[in-house]
């Protein structure tokens, strides 16, 4: 996997993407049609004010590509859809980091969550992350909240 740096604050996700299926971040933007940088909270600091990008726009664009990507949940949470109902149920409430550390160890993705304390994307080599800020670093240094399998 060649690193990729991301271009400003709000595009790791699409730049993770771009490190995993071996393709310019130029290209993933072009086919996205945007290049997040529309502001559409201005009352929020950078990065937050962007349209930056959602999950859904990657996986859509990957899927018309013939990649296929599958979500992994560190927390998956059921919940009934009744407001006055707070009775959720954590799925896998033992071993959850084992089971997606099992998962990623099988191949290459891109992981969500957090980095220094702020939300963030990477790349996933099957090995280590591949930040989008330039650099490389283990796993344990990301705190995961979902992991993309790419196929």
Known sequence: MLLQTTPNKWSCL????AMVTNTPLEEIIKELGHDGSEILWPNLEEPFCYRSFHIQELISILFYSGILVVEFQVWPVSAPQFPNI????????????QRIYDIMHQGKG????????KPHA???????IFDPGGFTYNLDQFNIMSYYHIE
Do not use: Y
């Not at 699409?14 to 993407?17: E, G, L, M, R």
């Not at 891109?110 to 304390?117: C, P």
């Open 122 to 128: 990477a790349a996933w080599d099957g090995n280590q």
């Open 110 to 117: 891109v992981v969500k969550g957090e980095f220094r304390n």
């Open 14 to 17: 699409p730049t993770s993407f």
């Open 86 to 97: 707070t009775n959720n149920i954590i799925h896998f409430p033992e071993g959850n980091e």
